[in-house]
């Protein structure tokens, strides 16, 4: 590849200074990467297609391969250029947000009938019918082609260039009225002859006059009507809020649910709930049900309807982890529609020795309420125990437990909030069957006393009554401490942020009649700048130890925190040749990255000084260095039984000592073997081949 960068300067005294940032920048990636390229300053011209043409002229004049115009008052992200030149097509440009504060991108977007963007979904770029030039790629076959095909537009223009008179010049681009832009004439007349225009969605640029513009236009898109990032306005939520507080931060609430974008409920059987959502499917507005809460412990919540509640009329059930999401469809919720978001408590009481005792009477069948009776009272015989008395429906009555604290939920969302305030304090719960209060229980570490046994899910850590007084006293004495309950308890907070995730997940549901991402799955790119320290890169997550960075990972602590396959582009600057464990790091980055993703590192070359001189370097790096992570070269050299699950091609580019770049290539290859600081840096380029 050799590549041509041009720009046009009207004023010759002017340059706006972002621009000159972003050049700088691309001359130092395209010295890195090893691409021979030239700049082309136009100056004084005050037709642009003129400029263009002129431009279009010199390019093939020479041995270009590459044009890639930009305009000198824009600005650009520093992945910019290799996506631009990286795509395998023969037109692609970037698009810009217009000089105005109403969020516009001028583009010629191609769709389909239903309004889903028309694109690759492997590469990632969007097919248009025309893009504007100030970001624009151009391969030397599509002039090629266009000279052949318009070579009636020839034409010779002496104040183009006062050098050359006699050039001949193609109206490539043309201002024309009527038509538009001297862009989008050239755009028109490439698709007449069979060419394709190409969009590469995923730049950030800034574009100044007055003052600057930034934008993404990937971005934009998912903010439209329709994109997974689109804002939600309204929520209708049933008995639900007081058990996530944190909700309302994401969404905003409609207390009329026939008004509303979708609605949330509480699992449970009333009836009240199943009409809602009889009467929401009526109004095509989607449903959502969260859990009561069974967890991935050995406990699992028994307040579930057979198949009439909520959750199984629902279009969807968020659940609180992978046990809860089975019992779910196991009694009646389809597997599609089971989702885990993970847990909406955050608990952090301690465990109270001297509090009360809490009394959990969940049964309403008279015989059962008769008994309750009879135990409450056997407990306020038993000194030193202070009995609670928490009423799960109606049918116990207060007027049966004079003196005590007693309250009442028909089951409503805002019991696990009443049942935390009261196990907060507590050093002892009696129960006579198995629900949410057992698990927070279980949480808390709060010793829990069974008086019947008529649910088995209860196990053998749970105290049986038969002395109820021992029983109690034994409890509080010896608690059970029961490590493996709290522990999968606690593996619900793995899932992350339970209201977040809450939001995410309805947001997508409601704007997936037009979610770009759901066609292009390669275009909402994830790109990490790891152990980035002070060089933060703009449109990566800038990673590293320290806490000045976009996300906070320790690199030497493994798994790392992102999921398989997840991540499309790794940059790493100056590390590897640091971490201990380089054959761990390679295989995490192989882990993250999706199939053909790429991860670019750089290192001080191993004949370097630079390689040698800190302290803290534990390895010289080569070019033989990455072979070993080529699974085709381990088995070639007889090495697949090293312990290396990564399977990268490589491509090796070395960075000069400023005194050799200008040398030849032999004198630069016999100084490589024979000398030493004649290469500063080795960058390696490595394309992850395989899926997991």
């Known amino acids: 590849m050799k590549l041509l960068i041009a720009t046009g300067f009207y004023n010759l005294a002017a340059a706006y200074s972002p621009y000159i940032a972003s050049l700088v920048n691309t001359v130092k990636v395209l010295t890195l990467a090893g691409i021979e390229f030239d700049f082309l300053p136009h100056n004084g011209d005050s037709y642009v297609d003129r400029f263009r043409n002129t431009v279009c002229a ?7 391969t590459d044009l890639l115009f930009i305009d000198s008052d824009m600005d650009w992200e520093v992945g910019a250029i290799n996506r631009i030149l990286m795509a395998p097509v023969e037109v692609v440009g970037g698009v810009y947000p217009m000089k105005n504060n109403w969020d516009q991108y001028p583009v010629g977007l191609q769709t389909h009938p239903d309004g889903k963007p028309k694109g690759d979904p492997k590469t990632g770029l969007l097919k248009a019918d025309w893009v504007m030039a100030g970001f624009l790629r151009i391969k030397r076959t599509c002039l090629e082609k266009m000279q052949e095909a318009y070579a009636d537009t020839v034409y010779q223009d002496v104040s183009a260039d006062p050098a050359k008179p006699d050039r001949v010049y193609y109206k490539f681009f043309e201002t024309r009225l009527g038509i538009g832009g001297e862009d989008m004439t050239f755009c028109q007349r490439w698709r007449d002859i069979g060419g394709e225009i190409w969009l590469e969605p995923r730049i950030t640029f800034g574009h100044y006059g007055v003052k600057g513009w930034q934008g993404n236009y990937h971005e934009f898109l998912m903010r439209q009507p329709g994109g997974s990032k689109a804002n939600i306005k309204k929520l209708y939520v049933e008995n639900f809020n007081s058990c996530i507080p944190d909700l309302s931060d994401y969404l905003d609430f409609e207390p009329d649910y026939t008004k509303a974008d979708a609605i949330l409920l509480w699992n449970d059987e009333l009836k009240q709930q199943r009409e ?4 929401a499917n009526r109004l095509d507005i989607p449903t959502f049900v969260m859990s009561h809460g069974a967890y991935n412990g050995p406990y699992s919540s028994s307040m579930y309807a057979k198949g009439n509640d909520a959750r199984t009329v629902a279009d969807y059930y968020l659940t609180w982890g992978e046990n809860d999401k089975e019992l779910a469809i196991k009694q009646g919720c389809k597997p599609e529609k089971a989702i885990v978001v993970g ?27 008769e008994e309750s009776i009879k135990v409450w009272q056997e407990l306020k015989e038993i000194p030193g125990i202070k009995p609670v008395v928490k009423l799960l429906h109606m049918e116990h009555r207060p007027e049966n437990y004079p003196g005590e604290k007693v309250f009442t ?11 935390y305030a009261a196990l907060k304090n507590a050093s002892c719960v009696v129960v006579d069957d198995c629900g949410t ?5 279980c949480h808390l ?15 053998d850590c749970i105290f049986e009554t038969g002395d109820l007084h021992w029983a109690i006293m034994d409890s509080i004495q010896y608690p059970r401490k029961r490590e493996e309950e709290r522990q999968s308890f606690k593996k619900l907070y793995d899932h992350g942020d339970c209201a977040a995730n809450i939001a995410k997940i309805i947001t997508e549901v409601i704007n997936r009649t037009i979610n770009v991402a759901d066609n292009f799955n390669t275009i909402s790119t994830v790109k990490l700048n790891l152990a980035c320290g002070q060089n933060k890169l703009q449109g990566f997550i800038n990673v590293d130890v320290v806490p000045d960075c976009d996300q906070q990972v320790d690199l030497e602590s493994f798994p790392w925190p992102w999921d398989n396959e997840s991540i499309d582009e790794i940059y790493c600057s100056h590390y590897i040749e640091h971490t201990p464990d380089l054959i761990a790091f390679m295989d995490e980055c192989y882990r993250v990255l999706k199939a053909n993703g790429r991860a670019v590192l750089v290192a001080p070359y191993y004949n370097s000084i630079r390689a040698w001189q800190d302290p803290t370097h534990v390895r010289a790096i080569s070019e033989a260095t990455f072979a070993y992570y080529n699974k085709n070269w381990r088995e070639i050299n007889k090495l697949d039984h090293y312990n290396i699950k990564s399977d990268f091609n490589s491509e090796i580019s070395l960075v000069f000592n400023p005194e050799w770049a200008n040398k030849t290539e032999e004198e630069i290859k016999f ?4 000398y030493v600081n004649v290469v500063d840096d080795i960058q390696a380029v490595l394309t992850r081949t395989i899926s997991i």
Request: with cysteine; proline share 7%.
């Open 343 to 369: 847990c909406p408590l955050f608990l952090d009481a301690p465990h109270q020795p001297d509090g009360e005792t809490v009394v959990y009477f969940p049964t309403h069948d008279e015989a059962n309420n």
């Open 671 to 674: 100084a490589i073997k024979h």
């Open 276 to 279: 809602i959502c009889a009467e």
């Open 437 to 441: 209060h057992v698990i927070l229980a």
């Open 445 to 459: 570490d709060i010793p829990i006393v069974k008086i019947r046994n008529k649910y088995e899910n209860f196990y």
């Open 58 to 64: 010199k390019f093939l004049e020479g041995d270009y």
């Open 409 to 419: 939920d028909r089951r409503r969302s805002d019991h696990i909030a009443k049942t």
